[in-house]
């Protein structure tokens, strides 16, 4: 079983910053992808920014410019830079791990850590 630790939610203010951390319980070589989803009220969750193995990433158009996600492979953990927040960024924020296995991809989901952007 896959544990993902997520850290780093917080209150921010308009065009404030946090950094979210996501540290998986596995090593990065079985780890194909790792993402970054929202809930925001009223809505579905959806994906904020996601990072391949291969350091290809994706970024939802809403945070392109502002949000970054990286890796470290030595630590398993990936990174959501927050920048130039706003409060529509408000939501739980939850990390995503595709792995490698042998009957394919297994996804599994940290527990959500909150981010609260006041205007």
């Known amino acids: 079983q896959v544990q993902l630790v997520e850290s780093g939610g917080g209150l921010a203010q308009a065009g404030g910053s946090l950094r979210l951390s996501c540290a998986a319980s596995i090593s990065s070589l079985s780890i194909s992808s790792m993402a970054w989803y929202r809930r925001v009220p009223g809505k579905q969750r959806e994906l904020v920014a996601s990072i391949t193995s291969g350091d290809n990433t994706n970024y939802a158009d809403s945070v392109k410019g502002r949000f970054t996600i990286s890796k470290d492979n030595a630590k398993s953990t990936a990174y959501l830079q927050m920048n130039s927040l706003q409060p529509e960024d408000t939501g739980v924020y939850y990390c995503?791990?595709?792995?490698?296995?042998?009957?394919?991809?297994?996804?599994?989901w940290g527990q959500g850590t909150q981010v609260t952007v006041s205007s």
């Open positions: 995503n791990l595709q792995r490698r296995g042998p009957d394919g991809l297994a996804g599994y």
